[in-house]
């Protein structure tokens, strides 16, 4: 059973970074490929950017391209999310999840955390 657990959200001004991290647990496999998709409420999960653990595949959102940052220790079994130049509409909770194939749906992936909510104030 892959565990995840994301930690690093809170509320900020625009123009501040964040960091956020997902730990895994139970990665034996169920889990090559690291995606995290953001949620406001009445909304669709969205995709926001996705890695491998080898490395091979990294994508991401446009509306992020440019100011996020995806990124993996497969030491800690950690994955990263560095958020730079946060907009208001940047707002969302933010989940990590785990799945066998890469994709920009959320319904492909079969692991979630618990989310971590980012606040950004204008």
């Known amino acids: 059973q892959v565990q995840l657990v994301e930690s690093g959200g809170g509320l900020v001004q625009a123009g501040a970074s964040l960091r956020l991290s997902c730990a895994t647990a139970g990665r034996t496999f169920g889990g090559d490929y690291m995606g995290w998709f953001r949620q406001v409420p009445g909304k669709e999960r969205e995709f926001v950017t996705a890695i491998a653990w080898s490395g091979g595949v990294i994508a991401y959102a446009d509306s992020v391209k440019g100011r996020f940052t995806i990124s993996r220790d497969n030491a800690k079994n950690t994955v990263y999310l560095q958020m730079n130049s946060l907009k208001s509409e940047d707002t969302a909770v933010y989940y990590c999840?785990?799945?066998?194939?890469?994709?920009?749906?959320?319904?492909?992936?079969?692991?979630w955390g618990q989310g971590t909510q980012v606040t950004v104030s204008s």
């Open positions: 999840a785990a799945g066998e194939t890469y994709s920009r749906w959320y319904r492909d992936y079969d692991y």
